[in-house]
């Protein structure tokens, strides 16, 4: 996806992709969130992560949006047609292989 991006010809800066892994992903997200040249973050993920990030970027003074919790809340009131919610949730959860912030 990223080389795709850059091949198209998105500028330079603009995406970052830092692989680790699991054992340095601490770190490397530590490093990331904290560095000078980063002006936002953006998670989604997890309440326990989220947590740990938003300590970060609190730390450095720097604006963070974090989606977190679960997956795909919903509410099926008592009068509702049961098949058409079912269709709903199950669209609202797997678009996109459940990548997805609605």
Not at 31 to 44: D, E, G, M, S
Not at 54 to 67: D, H, R, T
Not at 83 to 100: K, P, R, T, W, Y
Request: with cysteine; glycine share 8%; net charge neutral.
């Amino acid at each position: 996806m990223v080389r795709a991006l850059v091949e198209a010809g998105l500028p330079p800066g603009c995406l970052n992709f830092l692989p680790s892994s699991s054992s340095d992903a601490p770190a490397v997200t530590e490093y990331a969130v904290k560095h000078a040249l980063v002006r936002r973050v953006n998670f989604t993920g997890s309440d326990k992560v989220g947590k740990i990030i938003a300590g970060w970027a609190a730390s450095c003074v720097k604006p963070c949006l974090l989606e977190l919790g679960g997956k795909a809340p919903v509410v099926v009131l008592e009068d509702a047609a049961i098949e058409d919610a079912v269709q709903a949730i199950l669209f609202g959860a797997m678009s996109n292989s459940g990548q997805i912030c609605m």
